[in-house]
């Protein structure tokens, strides 16, 4: 629909405490739900309001990567007659990373207070939402990390060996990386705009969810606050998931490569500012 996205740096809202008291302004922050879609068309519809039933302060931007299932025209039905939602129409499928990063930068031009990535197939429940904005509005965290492995966190749906091997590729890559985090891959996250521009995602070169762990060692490389919210990630229920063995195996094979390459990219991106 649209490349552009009209949304003043939050926004702030007046009100009296009874008779006699002073006018209090209260800041209202503005979070962009960047939901990347390819062949959603079943879930995309109850995801984009469930988000907005969340409250005034989050907007959703669909990136659609060409669905072939038509899942963009749906997106762009919805947001004709929702204005908290745009969609962002990509020529064809390059992978999470991309599709992200687009979003990503929408949204920093768009003005977002906090940018938030989230799956379309309802595994992430629209619920937390406005946990992981607390984290990151209210209690000061650069990044808010939906988190499956923290105390209180989990999975449904999931059968034992997906739970083992899952666990297994966060360690890994703890391990590899040196993160203290306890979900390493995990998708559903609240990033403060100023720890966005600090991630100069634009030198990102992982494409698929190891994407999402890139993304968390340069947080930890840049020395920026990252808290883990848990929350219960549900398997989906409608649609084909996009987890394939290739993915899997280039985010274990790309691990030792983040280590690598990315001390030398952020130097770069520093010395180019």
Known sequence: MSDTLDAPTGSRTRSAHGVGHAVVEEFVPRALVIVPTYNERENLPTLIMAILGQGEAFHVLVVDDASP?????????????????????????EGLGPAYIAGLLLGLSGGFDYM??????????????????????????????GSRWAKGGGTEGWPLLRRVLSRAGSQYARVILGLSLRDVTGGFRCLRRSALMALDVTSIRSSGYAFLIELNYRAALQGLTIVEVPIVFTERVMGTSKMSGRIVLEAVLRVPVIRATTRRALARAAVVR
Not at 73 to 79: R, V
Not at 123 to 139: G, I, Y
């Open 116 to 145: 938030v990535m989230m799956d379309a197939d309802l595994s992430h429940d629209a619920a937390d939402l406005p946990r992981l904005l607390a984290a990151t509005h209210d209690h000061g965290a650069d990044i808010a990390l």
């Open 69 to 93: 299932d038509g899942t963009g025209d749906i997106a762009d039905q919805i947001a004709a007659a929702e204005p908290r939602v745009t969609v962002l129409h990509r020529n064809r499928k």
